[in-house]
């Protein structure tokens, strides 16, 4: 029996999450964003962010073999509150933007575009979501297979692809240069949360520093 999850399972279920994903864009998402407002989109959308990712998380972790994952899920939920580097990182994010926002804006000034219901998706739903799947299950499988340095590069790339088909649906559509800025901003941000979740052997930190650059992008970018 193998002491890892098989390339061909991995990559196959990285190609269903990503095809389901732009399904439930174009089926689901874009129109909840059309048809409704307010409280009720962002609940909406959130739902379906959850029922998805979360659900993709679960079921691939579940069927994954005994031994074949580096963290069991109970290992990996358990928060690391003696994990340094994870405050020393969260510290560094948050002074990198709001130095970087109060040069470009001369000032700490809440986006315009800002709306209340952001708290829910960009703070509570989308750090969670994400690092299950991403760290908890891909990477999580990736470090049995093959170095560190390898997996975490190839979880990065997964992670940013996984963003396309949000950038895909986006109305208006986005430049080519904003494409190509976001990508390897993921990318970038993919392999500080793998090296959060390889050093910390816990989901958490990668989590609270997901959640803290999702939201202060949104307040204030």
């Not at 994400?130 to 499988?141: D, P």
């Not at 986006?170 to 949360?193: D, I, K, Q, Y």
Request: net charge positive; glycine share 8%.
């Amino acid at each position: 029996m193998s002491n890892s999850v098989s390339a061909r399972r991995l990559t196959w279920q990285f190609i269903g999450s990503w095809v389901v994903w732009l399904i439930v864009q174009v089926t689901l998402n874009v129109p909840i964003n059309h048809h409704f407002h307010g409280w009720p989109q962002e609940i909406l959308l959130d739902a379906v962010k959850l029922t998805v990712w979360i659900g993709a998380g679960w079921l691939f972790t579940h069927q994954a073999r005994q031994g074949t994952l580096t963290l069991t899920n109970r290992e990996q939920w358990r928060p690391n509150w003696h994990f340094t580097a994870g405050y020393v990182v969260w510290v560094a994010i948050v002074l990198y933007l709001g130095l970087q926002f109060w040069l470009l804006h001369h000032g700490l000034r809440v986006n315009r575009t800002f709306i209340p219901q952001y708290w829910g998706q960009y703070f509570l739903v989308v750090g969670v979501a994400e690092e299950f799947v991403t760290r908890g299950y891909f990477l999580n499988a990736l470090l049995k297979k093959t170095s560190f340095a390898k997996a975490n590069v190839i979880q990065a790339l997964g992670f940013a692809s996984m963003h396309i088909p949000r950038y895909l649906t986006t109305v208006p559509a986005m430049s080519v240069g904003t494409w190509l800025s976001n990508l390897v901003s993921v990318f970038v941000l993919g392999l500080l949360f793998g090296w959060l979740y390889k050093n910390s052997r816990s989901l958490w930190p990668g989590i609270a520093v997901h959640m803290t650059w999702d939201i202060l992008v949104t307040l204030f970018g």
